[in-house]
């Protein structure tokens, strides 16, 4: 039996910032605190997506577009991006991390071995490793959930829906309707094209501003998409070597 997509797609434009998708996230997956840290810029206490926040909710304070002079804050929840070409994927040494059946992308904890690979392959900055341990943790689309018919824990909390889960294709399509609903100048949808530079994101966004605005990239690209040529040419390479050092002891036999 084939079993579709599935994935995220986060809409921006009707998130409050009530951070109920970052309880629920650690409440069902058991990540551990991060602590009450305020950043001193805004409402924000996270900061980033990291080994204990596998959830992020974005505050974003800005001049208001329409040149009122007033103020609107941005909001946005964070995620694993669950790339379909995952770079996390094509370096990790111990098969820690792998693609589910939903075509998710997940971290098998209890063979990973610290490595950090993935942490520096990743364009988004999203796995991290943990302190205590060294092994590195981030969104599993909550596997255990979706495998018995429910809905991740955060798109569950989420009181707007801002969250949204379901086949990505679907998604795609009411991502779409959205935006052309908004009719906004400033909206776009981030990474839901199957031909940017991570072949499409398992989690996408609508966005009512750039996309750096949120600290996201403008154009992610798959770290590892060259590694075939790379090897091809290495390969050829250590081939003409190998043939130049015979001909030349071949030359100095009498």
């Known amino acids: 039996m084939t079993v579709e997509r599935m994935g995220f797609f986060t809409d921006t434009s ?3 910032g009530c951070k109920a998708c970052e309880v629920a996230c650690k409440e069902w997956n058991a990540v ?8 001193g810029q805004s409402f924000d206490n996270t900061g980033q997506l990291d080994a204990n926040s596998w959830r992020h909710v974005a505050f974003i304070e800005q001049p208001a577009p329409d040149d009122s002079g007033d103020m609107r804050w ?20 111990t098969g820690s991390l792998m693609r589910t059946e939903f075509d998710t992308v997940i971290v098998q904890a209890d063979i990973c071995n610290g490595c950090g690979y993935c942490v520096t392959a990743c364009p988004y900055g999203v796995i991290d490793r943990r302190e205590d341990d060294g092994r590195a943790w981030k969104c599993t689309l909550c596997y255990d959930r979706i495998g018995d018919g429910l ?3 955060c798109a569950t909390a989420c009181p707007t829906e801002s969250i ?7 998604l795609r399509e009411r991502a779409q309707a959205r935006l052309e609903q908004l009719d906004l100048p400033e909206a776009r949808l981030y ?3 199957p031909d940017d530079g991570v072949g499409g994101q398992g989690a996408f966004f609508l966005l009512l501003d750039e996309p750096e605005v949120y600290g996201l990239p403008p154009a992610p690209v798959a770290t590892t998409r060259n590694l075939p040529d ?12 190998a043939a130049a050092a ?3 002891f071949l030359g100095r036999r009498p």
């Open 164 to 170: 949204q889960y379901g086949p990505l294709d679907e």
């Open 14 to 16: 009707v998130c409050i």
């Open 230 to 241: 790379m090897w091809k040419r290495a390969g050829f390479a250590a081939l003409t070597m």
């Open 74 to 93: 941005l909001m946005m929840s964070d995620v694993c991006k669950h790339c379909t070409h995952a770079a996390c994927l094509d370096v990790c040494p």
């Open 32 to 39: 551990p605190a991060d602590g009450l840290d305020l950043l």
């Open 246 to 248: 015979a001909v030349a």
């Open 151 to 153: 809905q991740p824990a």
């Open 191 to 193: 990474g839901h094209d």
